[in-house]
Every structure is written in structure tokens, then in C-alpha cells.
């Protein structure tokens, strides 16, 4: 929504925490004569029954649609409407962090004037006011930030898509097409990057108008990014150039090859050298709290995950390290499915499975379902960090692994996951 439209309105930001921190100091700053308050849900359970008094609201991401009763907008429409120079967005279940910090990394060592927000911990409006018209925005995108998305970034990457958030989107299908509102308001102008190995996210190509690029790690496509004979590849109008070994890669794992194509197949499409794409490829070593390696504490490794909120993450990052013999997992419940989980934990490979409630309950139920008493890990229930690496730190082995990778969200008994990869930090660290 441009500024202008808001200019005779009385506005209530609902939510007072990074978006709406933002949105309210970026709102006084250019709507001088304008009243713009703010309410948030610590301030009582109605909080909200003073919306009746103004014309117009700013949404929080995460306050459900149906809580505002007048019309209202939110941070990233707010953003994309009124900021100078191109805009990317990146969506997605798992992947969007990485993605968007690689794509960030390969723009700025292209020299080019970038920045990065969103969902990953910086609101854009922060920035905004940089913006010229020869700027790059990397913008992560959550379900929260699209299921009321009226404009399109003009370059969108979809990632992996998988079940998450149904607590706040009642069916994987309302989840799903949140998601697929990223590209629904492109142009012909426009791009959208787009991963073919998952049928959720290849079939987000009915909203997309503008040039498509396809990325795999399983195949080959036609315009975009893959692996092929331990090479990301780059192809274009029935042409392909080698970009990377993937061995020279610094990120674990290889689902993080899917990252890496999606990042790779961006930078291609705006321009950045290959030079500067492997530069970026050789030197990224991964976020905080993503397959993070934190220490070795009596020959025993440990391994923070903590932004591993869903089952296939949690599988990815065992995958990503062979030597896992201790898995904690569990936390928050939002009713995913844990089958999956379940049966790649009746490998054998686990010995030991620390778990937190509620969630862990029903992973614990999924793996009794397939494997046998003699083939299940070593079970313990925990409710604190403190429990859980003291219990990791006599069970594993030295020279084996002990992971964070909780399969669910942190909520309940952590603040949120960089609160619970912190505590994990702190604890091992405490360890003898």
C-alpha cells in the first residue's frame, strides 16, 4: 500500500514486535500529521477491541486474519509497494534462510548495493529509506508474510515445500497456497525460480507468468540450476555451464545443494560473474543454528540445528552427518507428520534419542510403530536443556555425534529457536 493512501487514515499496528516495532517508526517518520498507534497482546486479552476506533490496521505477521475487523495491510505489502530499486523473495518450508544469505553474499561480492530482511530477523522497513533505484533486496518470506500478499517480488524463489505452520493455517492445502501468493501478482517481466524436485513447489508454476528457471539435485532441467556428476550446473536457451564442484561447496549436507542451486540460478539471472558465485560457494560455511558445529567435549562432536522445525529437516541433518549417534529432538507440537521421521530412526544408526515434550511423545509413537524393541534407540524424556546434554554427554561415544535437530517447533519451553540453540551452546560448553 503506498504511503500516500495512508496519509488521512488513523492507523493501529497490531503487534509490537520486529515488523511492527518497524512499521510504527517508519509510519511516524513519514506520516508526520497522522495518527499511528500501536497495540500488542501483552497489553491484555483486548487488546484488540480498540481497532473499532480507527480507519485502518497493520498486521503483524502471525495475528490470524480473522482477530482484525477493519481493513488492513501489513509490513510487507507496506514494503514492496513504496521501495525503490528490484526486490527477491524467497519461500519456502526449509532452505529460505540459506538461500536468501547466499543470494545476499553473491549479489555484494558482485559489488552490487544489496540488502537483506524479512523473515530472517531484520524488517525491511529498517532499510528502506536506503533504497535507490539501482538496489537489490533479498527478502525471506514466511506463509505469515504471504497469505495476504498483494504485490509479487519481481524475482521469486520457491524451495522445498512440505507441511508446517498448520497450527496457524488450518490445512496443508491453505499453507500451500500461501506460499504460491508469492507469485501471484508477477508480471511477464518478471522471474520465478522454481524447485522441481517437490510436487507442491513444481505445481506453484500455474500462477507464474514471467520467465521460469527449474532447480534439482536429482536431475536435470531445462532454464536453471542442478547437480549432475558432482557439479552444480547452470543451464540456459539449451546451454549449460559447469558453475561448481560440489566437493569445493563449504555447506553440509546435500540438501543444501537445492539451496545452493536456487542461490546460484538468482545470481546467473541478475548477472553476477561465476567468479563471484563460487567465491561466495567456497567461503560459506552456513548460519547459526543450522548444522552449526560448536565444540568437542570429550572426544564426543556437537551440532546445533536448532532451525530444524520440521521432520525433513531433522532427517537432512542426520543424512548431513553420518556420524550422528545421539538425536535430540521434540518440542512444540504442531501436528506434522512424524512418520517419516519415524522410519529413518528404525535404521539403527541412533543410538541414543533424547526428547522433549509434547512433540517427542509422537515421534517416540511413530518409531515404535516400525521397528523393534531391539532395533529402536535408547529413549529419554527431558524438560531441559540441562537434562538433555548431560544425558548426551555420558551415552555418546567419542568420535561420534550428538545433534540438535529437533524436528519441531521451539515454543513452550524455549523462547524460540535461537534461544534454544543458545542453551544447547551454553550447556555443552558447561560440560567436563
Request: with cysteine; charged share 25%; net charge positive.
Amino acid at each position: 500500500m503506498k504511503l500516500e493512501e495512508l496519509k488521512k487514515k488513523k492507523i493501529l499496528i497490531v503487534g509490537k514486535g520486529i515488523e511492527g516495532s518497524a512499521a510504527y517508526k517508519y509510519l511516524r517518520k513519514h506520516l508526520k500529521n497522522t495518527i499511528v498507534d500501536i497495540v500488542d497482546q501483552k497489553g491484555g486479552k483486548n487488546y484488540l477491541d480498540s481497532q473499532k476506533n480507527y480507519d485502518f490496521a497493520v498486521k503483524s505477521p502471525g495475528i490470524e486474519p480473522e482477530l482484525i475487523t477493519i481493513p488492513y495491510t501489513t509490513v510487507t505489502n507496506i514494503f514492496l509497494a513504496n521501495a525503490k530499486g528490484k526486490i527477491i523473495g524467497v519461500t519456502g518450508t526449509k532452505g529460505k534462510s540459506t538461500t536468501s544469505t547466499l543470494i545476499y553474499k553473491m549479489l555484494k561480492a558482485q559489488g552490487l548495493d544489496a540488502y537483506l530482511g524479512g523473515n530472517i530477523g531484520q524488517s525491511s522497513l529498517d532499510f528502506i529509506d536506503k533504497l535507490n533505484d539501482n538496489s537489490w533486496t533479498v527478502l525471506e518470506m514466511s506463509s505469515y508474510q504471504l497469505s495476504d500478499l498483494k504485490i509479487s517480488p519481481h524475482i521469486v524463489v520457491v524451495l522445498m515445500i512440505t507441511s508446517e505452520h498448520l497450527n496457524y493455517h488450518k490445512t496443508q492445502e491453505e499453507y500451500i497456497n500461501a506460499k504460491r501468493n508469492i507469485l501471484r501478482f508477477q508480471t511477464s517481466q518478471d522471474y520465478a525460480v522454481i524447485n522441481k524436485d517437490y510436487p507442491a513447489s513444481q505445481e506453484s508454476d500455474i500462477y507464474a507468468v514471467g520467465q521460469i528457471f527449474r532447480i534439482s539435485r536429482e536431475r536435470e532441467v531445462g532454464n536453471g540450476c542442478f547437480v549432475e556428476n558432482n557439479c552444480i550446473w547452470y543451464a540456459k536457451d539449451g546451454k549449460k555451464e559447469k558453475i561448481i564442484e560440489t566437493a569445493k561447496i563449504k555447506l553440509l549436507g546435500s540438501h543444501n545443494l537445492e539451496n545452493v542451486c536456487s542461490a546460484s540460478c538468482v545470481a546467473s539471472i541478475i548477472g553476477v560473474s561465476k567468479t563471484n558465485i563460487v567465491k561466495v560457494l567456497g567461503e560459506f560455511k552456513g548460519l547459526e543454528h543450522r548444522l552449526e558445529f560448536i565444540g568437542e567435549k570429550n572426544g564426543i562432536l556437537f551440532y546445533n540445528d536448532s532451525l530444524a522445525t520440521v521432520p525433513e529437516a531433522a532427517i537432512g541433518a542426520m543424512e548431513a552427518l553420518p556420524d550422528t549417534e545421539t538425536l535430540i529432538a521434540g518440542g512444540f507440537d504442531r501436528g506434522l507428520d512424524y512418520s517419516g521421521l519415524g522410519q529413518y530412526l528404525n535404521s539403527g544408526k541412533i543410538k541414543t534419542l533424547i526428547l522433549f515434550p509434547p512433540s517427542g511423545a509422537r515421534i517416540w509413537e511413530e518409531i515404535c510403530k516400525v521397528a523393534s524393541e531391539k532395533n529402536r534407540p535408547e529413549k529419554f524424556e527431558v524438560i531441559s536443556m540441562e537434562q538433555a546434554v548431560r544425558i548426551a554427554g555420558v551415552k555418546t561415544l567419542p568420535g561420534k555425534i550428538c545433534l540438535l535437530s529437533p524436528a519441531s517447533a521451539s515454543f513452550g519451553i524455549f523462547k524460540d529457536y535461537k534461544d534454544r540453540g543458545e542453551q544447547f551452546r551454553k550447556e555443552v560448553q558447561k560440560l567436563n
